[in-house]
Nanobody
Framework: QVQLVESGGGLVQPGGSLRLSCAASGRIFSINAMGWYRQAPGKQRELVAAITSGGVTNYADSMKGRFTISRDNAKNTVYLQMNSLKPDDTAVYYC??????????????WGQGTQVTVSS
């Protein structure tokens, strides 16, 4: 079992910045991609950004240039630096991890989510 714990959410004014962290722990064998998703009230969960173990990144178009995903493989931790935040960025942000066990069986783990509220 792998646990993901997010931190760094909170209330920020429009134009401000936040840095989210997500640390994986537990019985980790191999993690490939890690990513951030978000879900606003009444909307579907959507991809924010993802990063492979080799550092290849993918961003949703609306986040490009404002958000930066990074990763520390040694710490099994993924980060999301969010700049120029807008009220539309208000959502619960979730991290996930594509884990493979020693038999190559994949499983996607999710964190519990952290609230980000952008408001004046």
């Amino acid at each position: 079992q792998v646990q993901l714990v997010e931190s760094g959410g909170g209330l920020v004014q429009p134009g401000g910045s936040l840095r989210l962290s997500c640390a994986a722990s537990g019985r980790i064998f191999s993690i490939n991609a890690m990513g951030w998703y978000r879900q606003a009230p009444g909307k579907q969960r959507e991809l924010v950004a993802a990063i492979t173990s080799g550092g290849v990144t993918n961003y949703a178009d609306s986040m490009k240039g404002r958000f930066t995903i990074s990763r520390d493989n040694a710490k099994n931790t993924v980060y999301l630096q969010m700049n120029s935040l807008k009220p539309d960025d208000t959502a619960v942000y979730y991290c996930n991890a594509d884990h493979y066990d020693r038999w190559g069986i994949p499983f996607v783990y999710w964190g519990q989510g952290t609230q980000v509220t952008v408001s004046s």
